[in-house]
């Protein structure tokens, strides 16, 4: 049993800035991969960014060079850092964890609920 809390979603203006947070809670033995996808209104989900637990990255081609995911294993939190944000970038953003609970089950995603981005012209 885990969970995801996603926080730091708004109203921003073109080119302001923006910090996402998710923090996975439950008895969490390991956390693999974290990432952030998005959906718009009429859109497919799409990746956003993504981080293995060794720190390795991996962005859209349409946030690259704006957005910075980051993770603290401390805290078992994910962070997505996005400036310079733009009008396209509005979507709610989900977290997404992939999580190890037990010593004998095996890992698995989890996701969050949401939070709503919102980039105005």
Same mark, same amino acid.
């Given at each position: 049993?885990?969970?995801?809390?996603?926080?730091? $979603?708004?109203?921003?203006?073109? $080119?302001?800035?923006?910090?996402?947070?998710?923090?996975?809670? $439950?008895?969490?033995?390991?956390?693999?991969?974290?990432?952030?996808?998005?959906?718009?209104?009429?859109?497919?989900?799409?990746?956003?960014?993504?981080? =293995?637990?060794?720190?390795?990255?991996? !962005?859209?081609?349409?946030?690259?060079?704006?957005? =910075?995911?980051?993770?603290?294993?401390?805290?078992? =939190?994910? !962070?997505?850092?996005?400036?310079?944000?733009?009008?396209?970038?509005?979507?709610? !953003?989900?977290?997404?964890?992939?999580?190890?609970?037990?010593?004998?089950? $095996?890992?698995?995603?989890?996701?969050?609920?949401?939070?709503?981005? =919102?980039?105005?012209?």
């Amino acid at each position: 049993q885990a969970q995801l809390v996603e926080s730091g $979603g708004g109203l921003v203006q073109t $080119g302001g800035s923006l910090r996402l947070s998710c923090a996975a809670s $439950g008895s969490i033995l390991s956390i693999n991969d974290m990432g952030w996808y998005r959906q718009a209104p009429g859109k497919q989900r799409e990746l956003v960014a993504s981080i =293995t637990s060794g720190g390795s990255t991996n !962005y859209a081609d349409s946030v690259k060079g704006r957005f =910075t995911i980051s993770r603290d294993n401390a805290k078992n =939190t994910v !962070y997505l850092q996005m400036n310079n944000l733009e009008p396209e970038d509005t979507a709610v !953003y989900y977290c997404n964890a992939n999580l190890k609970l037990s010593r004998i089950w $095996g890992a698995r995603d989890y996701w969050g609920r949401g939070t709503q981005v =919102t980039v105005s012209s």
